[in-house]
């Protein structure tokens, strides 16, 4: 027998919000729900659940003040949650904002008055999650919850997409490197070439779990061995990198890889090098893509995947 999944719904107390926190949970069929308002929450008595929903019938900050509380004692990464709000749209634009900033798995469509049956919108928000066999539970991650977004560098104009957000939740790591395997393990690939050095993080667990060499690309001077280099432009110079020619598989599948695929220089220069070195690329893999810098441009008909893509900043 499937044990019930835990259902927390939250709401500011008032009664428009409680009929529809009423009707989400009677949307929400058999899983076990329990329903909280403020009056009945405080920081030691959060129960562990795998969906939240959370409620709130205005955007006053009086309102706010317990959801708050309950993101900062829960760990959200990568927990399915639905907003809803029966009177205004500020307070789901409030309660979206609150929640993206917790690094929460929010539903696509927060709910709200016009949408007289929740039935459909519950089962979505909960089918976020995925069985993973028994009564254990796989998590589905929001991936950009978890990419910091930094301002103004390397240099002002610039917005960095920061991995290290990732790297710093071990389920958002686990759930990268997961998901690559899933794409790659039936692809025949080799082995995996990455772009020093954020490339080396996501490429060393990956190639250990596939079983397959990893070879390393990097900035020119750091390789000891029989080299050959490569040498792109950037914005305003110029950069080389070179590879261990004995390192590449002659007439293998090397599979290229880094973090970030941006304007594809760097990537379309480490395609060079493999190519001359005999190795076959046939797909460059990036954590995180960002399509609108052209890089399709640079990298032609060389196929492309990513996890996530930012199509504007």
Known sequence: METKRNVLIVTDGAESTRNMAERIAAAAGDHQVVSLSAADLTGTELLPAEVYFFGCAEPHPASFAYLAEVLR???????????????????????????????????????????????????????????????????????????????????????????????????????????????????????????????????????????IPLILIRKKGKLPGKTLSRTYQLEYAEATIEIHTEDVPVGKRVLLLDDLIATGGTLKAAWELITACGGVVPEIFGVIGLPFLDYEKVLGDIPVRTLISYHAE
């Open 73 to 211: 004692h829960i760990n959200l990464v990568g927990r399915a949650c639905g907003l809803f709000a029966p009177q205004s749209q500020g307070a789901l634009h409030y309660l979206s904002d609150m929640v993206h900033d917790s690094e929460i798995t929010l539903n696509p469509s927060p709910l709200s008055a016009d949408t007289l049956e929740p039935r459909q919108w519950v089962q979505d928000v909960i089918s976020l999650l995925r069985h993973n066999g028994g009564d254990t539970m796989e998590q589905d991650f929001n991936l950009d919850a978890c990419i910091r977004k930094v301002p103004d560098f390397p240099k002002k104009g610039i917005l960095f997409y920061d991995i290290t957000g990732i790297l710093t939740k071990p389920q958002a790591f686990a759930y990268c490197i997961e998901q690559m395997v899933e794409l790659y393990q039936d692809k025949q690939i080799d082995a995996v070439a990455a772009i020093e050095a954020r490339g080396f993080v996501f490429a060393a667990p990956f190639a250990l779990r596939l079983g």
